[in-house]
């Protein structure tokens, strides 16, 4: 019901920046929630930031300071700002959306992922 395309990722120096892009499709009010999460080679996948349709925040300790997630007016949009990238965050980022059902029930989407590459 919900579909979720990331783009931005790509390959950047150690304290250089990229924005990442999720655009949502299909029910789009119905979502409550997006995030991105992020799986680095050998390690389980992470929540780096979240943002609800109130508009509250969270970011992980590895990433505050860094990284701001933002949506766009339309609300079918997030984005991530990524400052400050260190190669501890090469990974592939997959965005992320929860979306409240007629019966109440939350169904959980995922997009297919952006890698980022960061070379020191």
């Known amino acids: 019901q919900v579909q979720l395309v990331e783009s931005g990722g790509g390959l950047v120096q150690s304290g250089g920046s990229l924005r990442l892009s999720c655009a949502a499709s299909?029910?789009?009010?119905?979502?409550?929630?997006m995030g991105w999460y992020r799986q680095a080679p050998g390690k389980q996948r992470e929540l780096g930031a979240d943002i609800t349709s109130g508009d509250s925040t969270y970011y992980a300790d590895s990433v505050k300071g860094r990284f701001t997630i933002s949506r766009a007016n339309a609300k079918n949009t997030v984005y991530l700002q990524m400052n400050s990238l260190k190669p501890e965050d090469t990974a592939v980022y997959y965005c992320n959306a929860r979306s409240r059902q007629r019966d109440a029930t939350i169904d959980n989407y995922w997009g297919e992922g952006t890698q980022v590459t960061v070379s020191s």
């Open positions: 299909g029910s789009v009010f119905s979502i409550t929630a």
